[in-house]
């Protein structure tokens, strides 16, 4: 008698999350057709002090907080059932942070949100 082997599944490979792997190709789809900016200088640079705002503010509030959150302080379960009382604390929080600092280099007065 012949046993089969089960291959185990891993989600990142074999699953449809696989394909967010491929979710910044969408932003090089539409490059081309994205202007330049060139009758409006300055605009490239408000892009870009945005670009940047948004990838902390993501980063801190969805992946190093959240992260450490749930972590270290708790166990799994428990950790990941508090996720829908955290969020607006950590959102608070992250957009203090960086009014605090980051969004004092780049702009004064002007929120990023």
Known sequence: MEEKTTKPVDIYRDTWVRFLGYANEVGEAFRALVPAHGDNPGKSGRVAVAVVDTFVWQALASVIIPG???????????GLSTIP???TPIDRSVDFLLDASLRKVYQEGEKHK
């Open 68 to 78: 450490f959150t749930i972590n270290r302080w708790m166990t799994t379960a428990i």
């Open 85 to 87: 009382f955290i969020i």
